[in-house]
């Protein structure tokens, strides 16, 4: 029996750049609303391009975060800045894609402390903790192992899933090695032991995913993280 007060009417921010032309935001408005409808509950969204994210305040009166699939991003200081902002104040956070691969960077410089931590596609100096795949992944679907116990674990039901992906970029092996004895666990692997899912364990709901398990709900799939990144946010 739910005991915290619920939010009747939940206020989504979805960061990023929206191209009609993209799958994932194809997807998302159609997960969001079955996630919703199973739920018994309203949730309005907005899109913010991420040019338009200058401070915490165009952020503020949201009940969850999700960093959408999309980057390059026209501003990655935008999409940083609502990663933090999510992170720092336990609102629920959903990262997919590009929104997982810059909650990684965000969490090296502003946790750990690695100022220099970039991203592969869009710099060429300092560390990159995200780095190009040695197999690219777009237009790919593979197996994920989910650690057991974890949130990603208990939305699914399962330890095995299978989900799309469209992407060339990944996590770093240096950074995987810094991650071991930190907050944000690796929570999701494919069949090479290579990352593909995170969560931050001192945080109500942070999750992002290198895949895209959004794109379910373009065939009538329901999407188990979506559902749970509402539920979170509607305490």
């Known amino acids: ?62 009940d969850a975060i999700w960093v959408v699939p999309g ?12 990663i933090r902002y999510a992170r720092e104040n336990a609102i629920p956070f959903l990262g997919t894609c590009g929104g997982f691969q810059h909650a990684v960077i965000e969490y090296a410089r502003n946790v ?34 989910l650690r ?7 939305a699914y039901g399962r330890e095995m899933i299978e989900e799309a992906y469209h992407c060339n970029f990944g996590v770093a092996q240096a950074f995987i090695d810094a991650l071991s004895a930190d907050a944000l666990k690796v929570t ?3 069949n090479e032991g290579d990352v593909r899912a995170v969560e931050l364990t001192t945080h109500p709901f942070f ?3 290198l895949f895209q398990h959004e794109r379910g709900a373009l065939d009538g799939r329901p999407v188990p993280l979506v559902r749970e990144f509402l539920r979170a946010a509607r305490r």
């Open 207 to 209: 999750v992002a995913t």
């Open 71 to 82: 980057s390059p991003y026209e501003n990655e200081d935008g999409a940083f800045t609502a």
């Open 112 to 145: 750990l402390g690695w100022d220099d931590a970039n991203h592969g596609e869009t710099a060429q100096g300092g560390r990159q903790v995200i780095s190009p795949l040695s197999c690219s992944l777009v237009e790919q679907t593979g197996e994920i192992e």
């Open 1 to 62: 029996m739910e005991t915290s007060p619920l939010t009747s009417t939940l206020r989504i921010a979805l960061v990023g750049d929206y191209h009609s032309e993209t799958v994932a935001h194809q997807a998302i408005p159609l997960a969001i609303d079955d996630a919703a409808a199973v739920l018994e509950l309203t949730a309005d969204y907005d899109w913010l391009p991420t040019k338009d994210i200058t401070s915490t305040e165009d952020l503020v009166g949201y």
């Open 188 to 190: 999701g692997w494919d």
């Open 148 to 154: 057991p116990h974890t949130l990603i674990a208990r």
